[in-house]
């Protein structure tokens, strides 16, 4: 028989449960923005969570804020631990697909009018030029995350400020 008390636990809450009871166990086996393949089991799952929440807070984003995410396939370790914790704070997740066309993606930002939008550079090229009505912050993914350690590979520096920065345009 199912545990009704489940029905009132949170994704993160979840999370940390499965983690208590089988730390050592895998969790998570996706691509990474990097280029590797990232196995986490519940344990590390849970930390990197945790540790990325507190630096989504630490930003200014927490409860109600809308994160969006524009990151395909071969990003999905950075999907999985954004969408985790930006729940852990009470955060929005809104996922946008990377094929949207144009009028589509510059349609979607305009309704969710996102506070942040995970993304590589050349989405945020894109953002930037289908969105510049505002400039919320936006986090692009730095080319070497391993040197930069498992949780920093969000930049928080606004868009227009990390492209002159980094010079990619």
């Not at 028989?1 to 998570?28: N, Q, Y």
């Not at 990097?34 to 507190?54: F, I, K, P």
């Not at 930003?59 to 852990?88: H, Q, W």
């Not at 704070?89 to 946008?96: D, I, K, N, R």
Request: charged letters at 20%; one cysteine or more.
């Amino acid at each position: 028989m199912s545990d009704p008390t489940v029905l009132s636990l949170t994704v993160p809450d979840l999370l940390r449960r499965r983690a208590g009871e089988a730390p050592h166990r895998i969790a998570l086996s996706a691509h990474s923005i990097n280029g590797w393949r990232d196995r986490l089991t519940y344990a590390q799952l849970v930390n990197r969570m945790e540790s990325t929440a507190r630096g989504l807070a630490r930003m200014g984003f927490g409860k109600g804020d809308r994160i969006g995410v524009l990151l395909g396939n071969e990003a999905g370790r950075e999907c999985i631990l954004t969408a985790l914790s930006a729940l852990r704070l009470g955060a929005a997740v809104v996922p946008f697909n990377t094929r949207y066309a144009d009028e589509e993606l510059g349609h979607a930002l305009e309704l969710v009018e996102p506070a942040a939008v995970v993304t590589t550079t050349d989405g945020a090229h894109r953002i930037a030029r289908l969105y510049p009505q505002q400039e919320p912050w936006w986090w692009v993914q730095p080319p070497t995350i391993r040197s930069a350690g498992p949780n920093l590979w969000m930049s928080p520096l606004p868009l227009t400020r990390r492209i002159q920065a980094t010079k990619h345009c």
